[in-house]
């Protein structure tokens, strides 16, 4: 049993032997039905009495006897018009609170509850579940048939308003197949959409409970049981921190063998669920029109697809003997293009007798599968379809190697094979931008293509990417584009954020790189559609900008051979009297009588100010240190500009006191992999470019630079990179720094530092 209940007055506890022996027991269908049992005696016990006319009633987790170990209850105390209900109902609800159980109740008569169930798709909903706890069976024996008989009759017309409430749901949670951490009731294919498919079943819309689905109910309920006694508390969101121990706790081998079987439950939930939406859509459009049964409209789509009630199916003409080796993938593209569903006998017949492709693909094939990957919005409730039938897998035999997997970086949304079809849809915004369009779907869509291999993913990636690219039947050039751009995708962001872009060896070493304009052009848009389908932390308007302007000094290159010069002070700072300040929107410039540590100490007055530093400049002019920032407020408010310049003005001048501030509120770094440095020598002009990678923490750059300045070493520019919760920062030192006991007295200092 998961709960005793040795007194009326004691509530169900979960046992608090943590040990994963123990935990296991209350896992699973039947941990969770004793743990309704327990609930439901405990309840009875504290009914008063027996009331004629008044019944306590569960719904939700507790009416379908599948609670987790810390859910809500979900009651309903229906009665008759009785006297005083008010004070049965606080005789019930305030042991449950006071035994600090979470609780959504009502107290409804049954024409009460009838008429909010005629109105809120989703109180109707929680009532098919409705099951009787305590007092007058037969009240509440009415409420269930009654609730039932009515759902029955408008369900059709609830219909939209269900549509409408699940979309907005979607919207606000994601997907759970691709999401790397999903809520498990909440999202797309998660528990919520289990309780409209039951309800939709009970409709008699659709045959929506097969037993795939139950299956995956099943599984989910344990995995969400194993998250509730992992994290000792009610919690829907399956956190990468949690997911060893729920995997342990569900005797799974790791982490991301559990992530990839809640994918494919979630999957398995989302397709019964769209199917279901599909048929309630036939059925109303049907009724509306008054259309007789046997009588469905079809119109013509494309080659060999017509349209049939909404949904895509194949021409008569498309069902022969040898059926067209390219049809699976034709029926997709114009699935995609034209926004509309393909039939499930569609697919179902597509997966059972499409032949396979023949190598190199026809050209036929090779353009819809262009179609496909270029149609925007249609791109992916199209490919999901397809993947669900195995069509994916017959196109690309890769795809079950990258099917679910997870993307252990903290700025990944999504699982690999959604970030690669996001990429490709992503592609779509900058195909008007680039020579060959063609060529950016299809690398946005293969550019991750080595990820779960050993090795660099770009490196791995880049000749498996060739080899479809020669198969799906490109040319040996085009395919050899295919192979560079996978291999330089990283090119472009990694060098606008961590290299000094006014520095010509840049601008000369990203040139000679990629080579031509158009593979430029290439890379510059694929960088910003995998940015995009990477997540909100991969992309922001200052990386956006940096990329942009390397992309232009370098085309400028290509096109004329000229190279950048040399960067000119801000005006303003090169007259006046000292220390001068000049904020404009996300720079800060500071000018100071000449000495060393300026860059430090006005990094440390950003710190204290809320300010991220991007990139920065120092330089030195007649006698005046000049120190140039790009920077972002951490929290989006931008810094009181009066309070900013004052403390920029103290530092220049010298004073020490907002350094000291700073080293008193100094956090500390966040737990991970020890910081390194790494030092590249021939990447900048007159420097040596010092790379440190560490976790980040408050105060960093200060401190970094405050070692830098100890150790002797001038810095004339640095690049800030933050990826998550870790920096990527370049520090370009002054000098040549050939002395081995030189770098290492300053790696030493700089590790001290972080």
């Not at 499930?344 to 179609?371: H, I």
């Not at 007159?686 to 300045?709: I, N």
Request: charged share 25%.
């Amino acid at each position: 049993m998961s709960y005793v209940v040795s007194e009326p007055s004691a509530a169900p506890r979960v046992p608090k032997d943590g040990s994963p022996a123990a935990l296991r027991s209350h896992i699973g269908a039947a941990a969770r039905s004793d743990r309704a049992a327990a609930l439901d005696a405990w309840l009875a016990a504290m009914f008063p009495g027996h009331l004629p006319g008044v019944s306590l009633v569960a719904v939700g987790g507790l009416g379908r006897r599948d609670c987790a170990p810390y859910s809500d209850l979900d009651l309903v105390l229906l009665h008759n018009g009785t006297a005083g209900i008010d004070r049965i109902a606080s005789a019930l609800w305030y042991p449950i609170w006071d035994a600090r159980l979470g609780l959504d109740h009502s107290v409804r008569t049954l024409p009460e509850a009838l008429s909010v169930a005629v109105d809120d798709v989703k109180v109707a909903l929680g009532l098919l579940d409705a099951r009787h706890v305590a007092g007058d069976a037969a009240l509440s024996a009415e409420l269930i048939a009654a609730t039932g008989d009515q759902w029955r009759r408008t369900a059709v017309r609830m219909l939209p308003q269900l549509r409408e409430i699940t979309e907005s749901r979607w919207a606000t949670h994601g997907e759970l197949a691709f999401l790397l951490e999903g809520d498990l009731k909440e999202a797309a294919g998660g528990l919520r959409d289990l309780t409209i498919l039951r309800g939709l079943g009970r409709a008699g819309i659709a045959d929506t409970m097969r037993p795939a689905v139950r299956a995956a109910n099943l599984r989910l309920l344990d995995t969400r049981d194993a998250l509730h006694l992992a994290v000792g508390r009610r919690v829907d969101r399956l956190v990468a921190q949690e997911r060893g121990t729920v995997a342990t706790l569900l005797d799974l081998d790791d982490g991301d063998t559990l992530l990839r079987r809640v994918a494919g439950d979630a999957r398995t939930i989302a397709h019964a669920l769209d199917d279901a939406f599909r048929a309630a859509d036939r059925l109303r459009n049907g009724r509306r029109r008054g259309t007789p049964p046997g009588t469905p409209k079809r119109r013509p789509v494309a080659r060999d697809v017509v349209e049939q009630d909404g949904e895509l199916v194949l021409a008569r003409t498309a069902i022969g003997p040898v059926p067209d080796p390219t049809l699976s993938l034709r029926v997709a593209a114009a699935a995609a293009t034209v926004r509309l569903p393909i039939a499930r006998a569609t697919c179902e017949w597509l997966a059972a007798f499409c032949p396979p492709l023949p190598t190199p693909w026809p050209d036929a094939a090779r353009a819809a599968l262009v179609s496909l990957l270029g149609s925007g919005q249609g791109l992916l409730p199209t490919w999901e379809t397809c993947d669900r039938y195995g069509l994916i897998d017959a196109w690309l035999p890769e795809w079950a190697r990258m099917r679910s997997l997870p993307q252990h970086h903290p700025v990944h949304r999504f699982t690999l094979d959604r970030h690669l079809v996001q990429a490709a849809y992503e592609a779509t915004a900058y195909t008007r931008e680039v020579d060959r369009p063609d060529l950016l779907l299809i690398a946005a869509f293969l550019h991750d293509v080595g990820k779960g291999l050993p090795g660099d993913h770009s490196t791995v990636g880049a000749p498996i990417a060739r080899e479809i690219a020669t198969r799906i039947g490109l040319s040996p050039t085009d395919a050899a584009t295919i192979d560079k751009l996978v291999r330089l995708h990283l090119l472009l962001p990694d060098m606008a954020t961590r290299r000094d872009l006014s520095d010509p060896i840049t601008i000369s070493t990203v040139a000679e790189t990629v080579g031509d304009i158009t593979t430029l052009d290439l890379l510059h848009a694929l960088a910003r559609a995998d940015s995009h389908a990477t997540g909100p932390a991969a992309w922001s308007d200052w990386k956006g900008r940096l990329i942009a302007e390397l992309v232009h000094r370098v085309h400028t290159a290509l096109d004329t051979g000229a190279l950048p010069a040399a960067p000119e002070p801000d005006p303003l700072l090169l007259e006046g009297d000292l220390p001068a300040v000049h904020l404009d929107g996300d720079r800060v410039s500071v000018a100071a009588a000449d000495r060393r540590g300026l860059l430090g100490s006005v990094a440390a007055v950003l710190a204290l100010h809320r300010l991220d530093v991007l990139a920065a400049d120092a330089s030195t002019v007649d006698g005046r240190a000049i120190v140039e920032f790009l920077t972002q407020p951490r929290y989006g408010s931008p810094a009181e500009p009066v309070a900013l310049t004052a403390d920029l003005r103290r530092v220049a001048a010298g004073d020490v006191s907002v350094t000291q501030r700073l080293r008193a509120r100094a956090g500390n770094s966040r737990e991970g992999a020890a910081p390194r440095v790494v030092w590249l020598r021939s990447v900048a002009t007159d420097a040596v470019v010092l790379e440190l990678r560490a976790p980040d923490s408050s105060g960093l750059l200060y401190r970094v630079s405050a070692a830098l300045d100890e150790a002797g070493a001038e810095v004339r520019a640095a690049r800030i990179s933050t990826l998550g919760g870790d920096v990527v920062d370049a520090f370009y030192l002054v000098g040549a720094w050939a002395d081995e006991a030189d770098r290492d007295r300053v790696e030493a200092l700089v590790l001290a530092a972080v």
